[in-house]
Structure formats: structure tokens, C-alpha cells
């Protein structure tokens, strides 16, 4: 069946500018997951969605990245006013229910100039 | 706060042999383990999932096992292959998310 699908697989922005990453998880996983993978920090933990929970923001870095799901499935994670720092491949994985296997989609490498 | 680490930082050895991978976690209240594989400019592959109450999982050439106590897990791969190039990653649930170590960058040279 179909994996997790992310889009675009690469962004390049100039700084300041507001970028929008969107994650299809695989079909009937409640689960959703944002992580981001940095040279120097490696995989760091954003944000998590589980039905219709309130998300925990616990791992956003700042107050200008925000994530919404909508319907229960498809999540978009938005950069406002994007900085060289946000440069990373950000990473979504979904599963079936809490605590399950986690499947990782392919991610999108952001490029902010 | 959980602290994932994964020794070697990064390994090189001749195809067909077999090899180790370590990882060590510093909090036991963990829901499971996984290893995972990233080849270069790729997502993540999950291989093994390691419920806390399992010590072991097997997959084809692969066996990964879990101490929960003392806080640590290894990646058995028997008889390596060039294809097992890649960094791999192991993680631990707790709190929902997974806490990554750093990884291993294995290279298998023919």
C-alpha cells in the first residue's frame, strides 16, 4: 500500500519568507508525526497529532512554526518568516495508533538563502 | 530527559562479516525501541520494533535485542553485504515521540 508522502521533496526560500510543508500519512494511522533532521542537531522531535487530541507542541522551536491536521489526516507544517536556521529536512511519520511502529515519508530538504 | 547514544559513531568493515551496533538509553521507562536505516538524502526505514516487554526481534540477517534495565540494545547483522551501506538510527518511545541517537554510518566494502 501507500507509504507516508510528503510535498515538496525540496524547498529553497529566501529568508523572511513563509513556507507551508504538507504530509500525507498513511491511510487509517491516527498517529502523526513531525520530526526535523539537522546537521548539527541531528533528528529533533516537533510536533505530534493523535485524532482528535490536542497536538503536543512540546518540540516547535519558536512561535513562528505552527502544524495543523485537518480531517484526521493530511498535516501542513508552516515556517513563518523562515531564518538560515530552519535549513534542515524536515520529517513526518504516522502510525496506526499511539506508541505503534512510527513509518517515515521521504522529506522535504528546506534550503533558506 | 532521555538521551539516546549510539557507539560507533561510525564503522567500515569487509563484506560477509558480522557486526555489532550499540545503542544505550538513559531513561528505562521506554514503550518500545526502534532501528532504523537512512541511506544518503533518503527518508527512514524502519527495520525492527522492540516492544518493551520483548527482548529480541529478528529480521532475515538482522537481530536486534533489548535490556531495558540497563538501558541498552544492539543491532546483530550477520554475514554483511555492500547494500547494508547506510546510517542507522536507533530510537526510543516515551511521551508519544521518539528520541533519536546520533547514528552509525556503516560502510560494508566488497
Known amino acids: 500500500g501507500a507509504g507516508v508522502s510528503q510535498s515538496p521533496s525540496n524547498k529553497v526560500t529566501e529568508k523572511g519568507k513563509d513556507v507551508e510543508l504538507r504530509c500525507d500519512p498513511i491511510?487509517?494511522?491516527?498517529?502523526l508525526y513531525w520530526y526535523r533532521q539537522s546537521l548539527g542537531q541531528g533528528l529533533e522531535f516537533l510536533i505530534y497529532f493523535q485524532g482528535n487530541s490536542a497536538p503536543d507542541k512540546s518540540g516547535l522551536p519558536s512561535d513562528r512554526f505552527s502544524a495543523e491536521r485537518t480531517g484526521g489526516s493530511v498535516s501542513t507544517l508552516t515556517i513563518q518568516r523562515t531564518q538560515q536556521e530552519d535549513s534542515a529536512v524536515y520529517l513526518c511519520?504516522?502510525?496506526?495508533?499511539?506508541?505503534?511502529?512510527?513509518?517515515f515519508g521521504p522529506g522535504t530538504r528546506l534550503t533558506v538563502t | 530527559k532521555q538521551e539516546v547514544t549510539q557507539i560507533p559513531a561510525a564503522l567500515s568493515v569487509p563484506e560477509g562479516e558480522n557486526l555489532v551496533l550499540n545503542c544505550s538509553f538513559t531513561d528505562s521507562a521506554i514503550y518500545n525501541l526502534q532501528w532504523f536505516r537512512q541511506d544518503p538524502g533518503k527518508g527512514l526505514t524502519s527495520l525492527l520494533l522492540?516492544?518493551?516487554?520483548?527482548r529480541e526481534q529478528t529480521s532475515g540477517r538482522l537481530n536486534a535485542s533489548l535490556d531495558k534495565s540497563s538501558g541498552r540494545s544492539t543491532l546483530y547483522i550477520a554475514a554483511s553485504q555492500p547494500g547494508d551501506s547506510a546510517t542507522y538510527l536507533c530510537a526510543v518511545s516515551g511521551a508519544q515521540k521518539l528520541v533519536f541517537g546520533q547514528g552509525t554510518r556503516l560502510t560494508i566494502n566488497p
Open positions: 522492540i516492544q518493551s516487554s520483548q
Open positions: 511519520a504516522s502510525s496506526l495508533v499511539d506508541q505503534y511502529e512510527q513509518y
Open positions: 491511510s487509517g494511522h491516527t498517529a
